[in-house]
């Protein structure tokens, strides 16, 4: 017998059932629809990409790229590694070098077979290669006279560490590093790598891209927090940082909200410099911060080195007077970086958009520049961030491309649904409209061929595959929370006719196959606004 055994849903993952599954496609598809009026298009990058897109763009130093990313090759890669650097330690003795390169061969087969090292010909080459060195190792070493005579004088048998030297430099040579996939812990790197290999600046105009999906973090799962969670992101590249790209990618997002019915927000902007001015003002944060370094936490004591603007992120209680005294980016933007954010907040005011000032709006990961952004939604408890972007000028060539401007968001579908369904301000999202009553066998081909030709015209129809007493079929209807039952007896079959029974108030018709059709069609027209 096999053990008894209750799975469960690995921690920081959960299923989104079909309770709330209508909503969630309520919320995507009115997203869909808002950001198409703003003419963006979609994009569905891979959830796999190469960790260094990540690493690269989001920075090494982040939590999100030194802590958080679900890293799907890296035992192979850490066998491989440390084989390599046993191969490298025991160069000098071809005995524990043979011994070490069978390890390193068997490793290096395990990840071919399994896809994880990249099955280039280069690679295929090398491996075969190191199979065959090893072979001739192996003889090498199975013969005590050689090995006695490689003791006592090296140079005899220059051909087996010339065999050495061969073999460690095809070990290194196989790339496996770049490789190795990560499962997408934002979309924004994997976008812009997406613009790049497809040569989308070739595009006419600024290419405005939407995605929607999983991302995965190793974070610590809490209300609002998961492993994978999902986002809805937005993305304007091209060669124009005009303000109003800017205001306009933000009164998307706010329309947005508002259409789904997301109204107690904040939205906070900041302008965070660009490579002009904000080395300076971090240098002088530093310096400020390195005054007051021993009242600060130890994250905080750490960051003075790796990323002061971080700091300013802190929600440590006792921290919170000393943030406030420190220096403001706001007083130390260049010329031109002001000047944009005073364009921006002009742009927003002509359009509406409310929204407050954060000079402590730096953002968790190191790619922005110039405008940054948050959306905060009331009833979330600690994690009621629900959108987050900003600018990203030097991005796309960060990662290989050519000098192209970029700005998105990506909102967090998890909590702003969570918000949605806290404050009760729900949609009417349709139900099932009719459960199928069909009663005696004659009955069950007319009522195969209704449920059908309703479906067809977009009505949604449960057909019970197996006949039912009629108080049960009622009932069943009633649990389902259909709108009408369809009920088909001998009498319906023989006059033509079927009846239509509105299930809220018990209301009774008899129609044609017509009429019917019509009825539930023109329905459903009026209640789909
Ligand atoms: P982010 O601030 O890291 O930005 O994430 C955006 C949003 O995703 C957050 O505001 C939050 O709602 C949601 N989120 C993040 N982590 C989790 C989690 N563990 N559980 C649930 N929700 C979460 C970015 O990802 C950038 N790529 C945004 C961007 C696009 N910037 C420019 N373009």
Redesign the pocket.
């Known amino acids: 017998m096999p053990e008894k055994r209750q799975f469960r849903a690995i921690k920081g993952t959960r299923d989104i059932l079909p309770s709330d599954s209508k909503l969630w496609n309520w919320f995507e598809s009115t997203a869909l629809k808002v950001f198409e009026s703003y003419n963006f298009n979609e994009i569905r990058p891979p959830i796999l990409e190469q960790v260094e897109v990540f690493a690269r763009s989001i920075g090494a130093e982040t939590d ?1 790229v030194s802590k958080e990313m679900f890293t799907l090759d890296l035992n192979a890669f850490r066998e491989i590694h440390e084989y390599r650097g046993h191969l490298v330690e025991s160069a000098d003795e071809p005995l524990r070098f043979t011994g070490w390169l069978y390890y390193l061969r068997g490793a290096l087969r395990g990840a071919w077979e399994t896809y994880r090292i990249d099955r280039n010909d280069t690679n295929r080459v090398a491996i075969d290669r190191l199979d065959g060195i090893y072979d001739h190792l192996y003889a090498g070493i199975e013969d005590d006279r050689i090995l006695r005579e490689i003791r006592e004088d090296r140079s005899k048998h220059h051909e087996i560490y010339a065999l050495i030297r061969e073999a460690m430099n095809l070990a290194m040579d196989i790339r496996i590093f770049p490789d190795i996939a990560v499962l997408r ?5 994997s976008t812009i790598r997406a613009y790049i290999e497809h040569n989308m600046q070739a595009l006419p105009g600024n290419v405005k891209l939407y995605y929607m999906g999983p ?1 995965f ?1 190793r ?1 610590r799962p809490q209300k ?4 994978q ?1 999902y ?1 809805i ?3 304007v590249l091209g060669q124009s940082d005009a303000p109003a790209i800017d205001a306009e990618i933000l009164e998307m997002l706010m329309v947005f909200f508002k259409r789904v019915g997301l109204t107690r927000t904040t939205l906070y902007v900041n302008s965070i410099g660009d490579k002009n001015c904000r080395p300076q003002y971090v240098e002088l944060l530093r310096q400020a911060l390195l005054e007051v370094k021993d009242q600060l936490g130890p994250d905080s004591q750490r960051r003075i080195e790796t990323n002061p603007l971080r700091v300013l992120d802190s929600k440590l209680p006792h921290e919170q007077a000393l943030i406030a005294k420190l220096p403001r980016i706001s007083d130390h933007l260049c010329a031109d970086c002001r000047e944009h954010f005073a364009k921006l907040k002009e742009e927003l005011k002509l359009r509406g958009i409310v929204y407050e000032e954060n000079w402590r709006l730096v ?3 190191d ?2 520049t110039r405008t940054t952004f ?2 905060i939604a009331e009833g979330l408890g600690s ?1 009621n ?6 600018r ?1 000028d030097g991005l796309v060539e960060l990662l290989g491309g050519p000098p192209t401007k ?7 579908s ?3 649904i969570l918000s949605i369904q806290e404050s009760g301000n729900l949609p009417h999202l349709p139900g099932l409209d009719v459960f199928v009553a069909w009663m005696g066998e004659p009955t069950y081909a007319t009522a195969v061929a209704i449920a059908r030709k309703l479906r067809e015209s977009g009505v949604s129809v449960e057909l019970p595959g197996e006949e039912m007493k009629f108080k049960k079929s009622l009932n069943l209807a009633d649990k389902l929370g259909a709108r009408y039952a369809l009920i088909i007896g001998s009498d319906e079959v023989a006059s033509g006719t079927f009846t239509l029974k509105r299930l809220a108030d018990a209301d009774q018709k008899k129609l044609s196959e017509y009429e019917l059709l019509e009825y539930l069609e023109s329905e459903k027209r009026d209640t789909r606004g």
Request: aromatic residues 14%.
């Open positions: 999100i812990p934002e979309a924004t790197a991302m973090r974070e609002g927090r998961y492993r969670f986002q992101g937005a993305e953002r968790g990961l790619y922005y948050e959306v994690q961030a629900v959108c987050g972007g900003g990203y970029g700005i998105g968001f990506a909102i967090g998890d909590r702003a």
